[in-house]
Every structure is written in C-alpha cells, then in structure tokens.
C-alpha cells in the first residue's frame, strides 16, 4: 500500500474513532447539554412548608385554646424554619449525590470520550492493519478481545463522591454500562475490519486480474507478431524482388513505403489494448497494396465501413489475421479469384470471403482465431463470432462504441 493510501486509511479510522466514541458516551454529552440549561433551584422559603403546620394545630383544639398567641406564633416560626433548613438540607444532599453535575463531572465525562476514542482507534489499526492481515481474521478478532478486556479492567469510573478511580480498583469489578460499551465498541470494529477486508480482497483480485490481462494481451502480441514475421515477410521479399527484375522502381519504392508502413502499425499500435477502426483501415490499405502486388489481380480486397464507425474501438490487428485467414485457406487463381469484403453491419465489423479449398489443403490449427477470439473477450467483453455454410466464411467483430 502507497504512502497516500495509508494516509487516507488512518484519517478515516481516527473520524471513524471519534463518531464511535461520541455515540458511545451519547448520554454524557445529553446530560451536559440537559444540566448547562437546567436553572438552579430557589433556596427561599416554600409556601409548602408554612402550610403544613396547620393540620398539626388542628388535632389538638383543646390545647390551641388554653395556649398564649404569643408562644403559638413563636412555635410556628420555630417550626417554619426547622422545616425549611431540612429541605435545604435535602437538596444539598441530593446536588452532594449527583457529582456529574459539577465541574469534576464534565472533565471526566471529556476524559471518558477521550479513552473510549483511543480504544476504539487502536482496535480499528489492529483489525485493518495490512500487516497483521497475514496471521488471519481469527487471530485478529482474538487480539482484539484481549484489547477490549484490558481497556475494559482500566477504564475510568466515577463515585458518588465524584473520584475518579479505574474499574480495576472499583469496589464491584462488574459495571454494566462499561461493559456495553466495550462490547459495543469491539463489534463495530470488527464488523468494519471484516468489510475492510472484503473490499481490500476485492481489490487485490481486480489488480491481479488486470496484471494478468496486460500479460495475457503481450503473450498473445508476441505470438501474433511472430506468427505474421516468417511468412509476411518471406512474401514481402519474394514480391519485392519481383518488382525489382522486372524494373518496376516506382512500384518498389511504393512497395517499400507500405511496408515500412505495415511493420511500423505492428510494432506501434500492436502493443496498446484498443485503436480506432479508422487507424485499422489505414493500416490495411498498406496492407491490401502488398498482397494485390503478391498475387497480381487475382486478389480483391473491398472495403465499404461507414464513416460514422471510424471512431469506434477494436483490438489491434484485427481484421488482418481474418485476410491472411483467408488467403492461406483458400485457392487464389485467375479463374477462382478471390473477393474479400469487409463491411459494417450494426455493432459489428464484418469480414467475408468465398471458400475455395485448395487441392492440397494446408491443416488449420486454429490459433489464429482463437487468439483473437481470446483477445476480443478481454479487451471488449465480447467473443467474436463465426459462420461458415461452405460457400462463404464469414466473421464478425464486436466493436466498442465508446470514444475513450
């Protein structure tokens, strides 16, 4: 994996870290936000208090009666602030019981958010760590839980009295709700580390695929190019050295031209994956002129695509192996000639020529087509497509529409 690569992989566990951590510790962050807005409490005397004082007078009438005013009214008040002191001794008692909401409570709670973030982080490094992908899943999930049990035993826990002391040293080593989180927090880790590995396994197969495709593509490169060399250019010097006794120099020279045209295609455009139909006809009109120098009119070869196909993709070295196909296979003579067309017909590039077996017929291997065929499923997706009804052999070439 590239340097940018691991980059990336570790920006995205650390955001993936921090969202974990924050969904974990949800209800820290509702009750800070929840007690930052609370109003505080009114400490002055309640109405409540004043008024149940007087069912009390009411249950003994007769002592009401013989009492001063004076010493019922200071018994009232006496009465009235011992009852307010102990409601306010009540809710002190209930703030001295709630030490979330004091300061303390918020630095642990940011403290908690933090620990859980590191927890979490560490798990998603192990559990996507290309490194440890070697030693396999279970070995991961196994050290993953090891993890999780001593992030477990050190987490920080609060008392009611507000320390802040590690579950290690807590008074009952099990606590619920740090135990879900732990939980929590190792399931999404390893439910993401699962899917990481998947897709990264996904993608090391199309890379290998592809790595496999490119050396397919050079194998069969190689064999068409040393398929066509011996006899191309075996013909190509024989009808050479025809135009040269016969002291045709213009026709020689024209001669050389296209041949140097049609290696330079071989050797150029045979190493990419796709050219244009327009390049592959040009190349064949190089092509065409050094076999109908060959065989001296008793060879047509006929071209009729329609121009609105020339952008259009296609291997390499195509339609060549079907003309050479065609000329090996068949008889080529003044009262047989041979008649080679080469149309298009919807998303095709169609290739037909008569069939005239020769008397000694040479015994075919089928490379050639199959090479091609091959070559057509890998660059195009699509298998090329022969017929044949014994009086005209015919192959179609899938193109590729797109302009890319």
Known sequence: MSRPQRHRKTAINVMIAIVLSLVLNFSYLVFMMVGSQREPTPSGPKRVATERVLPQQQENPQESLTTPSSLTTDSLKREVIIREESITNRQRQHNNQSPMASGRGKIFMLIDILYYWVVVLVLLTLMTNDRKRRVGFTRRLLESLAVVVVAYLLAPQMTWRGEVILTLNARHLLNPITMLKML??????????????????????????????????????????????????????????????????????????????????????????????????????AYRYMLEVRYAGKLHIQVAVDKEYYSCQLPPLSIQPLIENAVKHNTITNALPMHISITSEGDYIVVRNPIHPKLQAEQSTGIGLENLSSRYELVVGRAIEVQSDGKEFIVKLPINKSTK
Do not use: C
Not at 225 to 244: A, D, G, I, K, Y
């Open 184 to 285: 929590t927090a190792l399931i999404t880790t390893v439910m993401y580390g699962k899917i990481y590995e998947l897709l990264y396994a996904k993608q090391r197969v199309e890379m290998e695929n592809e790595v496999l495709k490119n050396e397919n593509l050079t194998w069969q490169y190689n064999t068409l190019v040393n398929q066509v060399n011996p006899h191309f250019l075996f013909n190509s010097l024989n009808s050479l050295s025809m135009l040269v006794r016969e002291n045709k120099n213009e026709d020689a020279v024209t001669y050389i031209a296209r041949m140097s045209d049609t290696y330079r295609y071989i050797i150029e455009e045979g190493k990419i994956e796709k050219t244009t139909v327009e390049s592959e006809l040009r190349f064949l009109e």
